[in-house]
């Protein structure tokens, strides 16, 4: 009892000796005192315990925490992060231990200090290692970091605790442009992208849902030729609530020409699809990802169904007007030549006379349809059709919506 009350008394004295000496130190030095306060205050903890500094140390993660603080730049392509670690002693108590955080990829390590000689933590006791900055590369959307606490002068009891993981998810997606080249043979959508050569060369893996809503606004409607038809598409912004969605599901796909096929025949599927593309570094594990494509169902128009749903979007009846230039038959496919003409017309669109330059391929200067593809040059709307218009293929619901919707906000 009388050797436990003088090993007491010392480290009474050596904690005021601390805080004295630590606090006219800072004064000299004009530097922040509240660290040496913290690593005082845990020493005082200690006092009237029996250290147990014969029994290994087991320092453990028990949880981690992270904020963005940075972002990649042109100088500087990395993403930086102030992670916190709390840490917790399940062996014999740490007395001025020389402790290290560090991490894979290249992390840095730095030295962990509570005390003015190292780290003390005593058995059973937490502390929250704070400040520690972590890296994570520009070119990727995401990945898993590995951090760790090491105690470098003494022996760890548990080794298989001393490390916890954290996942990195970042926005936007690095697989830029994902559209549809088009249509092969076999009746499967071929897939594309813009890219870093590189992602050519990593694992490809497709995920789908048949079970996700995006609001309309946030749909931006594309195409893609094969087959004779042209099949209209949407494409809209991927992000962490989507990418983290438990609705998607891998599916098998030809990996050598990045092509997809839902069902025998895209033509008469009558689900619609959801498809985003991942692409992961074989060497580290880092991945990117792409925004969403959305496949609706491919429904061709008659007369009469584009009437009626001509009608239903813009509230004009076209029907039995000049609109239709006298080609209505009701169980006749529309063409997206007149149902170009109809909604523009409608719609009282100014078409220039003007003979200019030639902006599809299939509309030739002399063509009637010529100052339609104006407009749909001078409204920034061409793009969307890419070099040919295919004004005599069947028209589409979708292609129909694009029309009206875009037409509309600008009419």
Known sequence: MQKKNIKTLVYALVAVFCLVGGIYYSILKNTNTSFLKTSVLTILKA?????????????????VSFEKIYDPTPSFNYYKYKVDLVVKNYGGTLVNANVVVSGDHNQKAS????????FYLQKDGTY?????????????????????????????????????????????????????SGISDEKSF????????????????????????????????????????????????NNSDIITSSNWQKIDFDKENLSVKFTEDLFTDIDEH?????????????????????????????????VKDFTEYTGVDVAGTSVLYGNYLPKKTVTRGDVLRAVLDSYGMKLSKIIGE????????????????????DNSLWKTFGHKLNPGLPATVDYLKYLVYAYRENS
């Open 47 to 63: 006092v009237n315990q029996d250290l147990e500094t014969d029994v290994p140390p087991d320092l453990a993660i028990t949880d």
């Open 111 to 118: 030295f962990v200090k509570n005390t003015t000689k190292g």
């Open 128 to 180: 929250v290692i704070s400040g520690y900055e972590m890296l994570f590369d520009g070119d990727y959307n995401g990945g898993k970091i590995t951090l760790a606490v090491d105690v470098k002068d003494k022996t760890d009891s548990n080794l298989l605790n001393n490390s916890a993981s954290v996942d990195i998810l970042e926005l936007p997606p690095k697989i830029r442009d994902i559209s549809l």
């Open 190 to 237: 071929l897939i594309t992208f813009e890219n870093n050569p590189d992602v050519k060369n990593y694992d490809f893996d497709i995920f789908t849902t048949r079970q996700y809503s995006f609001p309309e606004d946030s749909l931006k409607y594309a195409e893609a030729y094969g087959l004779g038809r042209v099949y209209g598409y949407y494409r809209t912004q």
């Open 274 to 306: 959801y498809l985003y593309l991942k692409a992961t570094n074989k060497e580290n594990g880092f991945y990117v990802f792409s925004n969403v494509v959305k496949f609706p169902r491919y429904t061709e128009l008659t007369y009469e169904e584009f």
């Open 358 to 377: 030639q902006y599809f391929e299939d509309i030739p200067l002399e063509n009637v349809l010529y100052p339609y593809s104006v407009s749909l040059h």
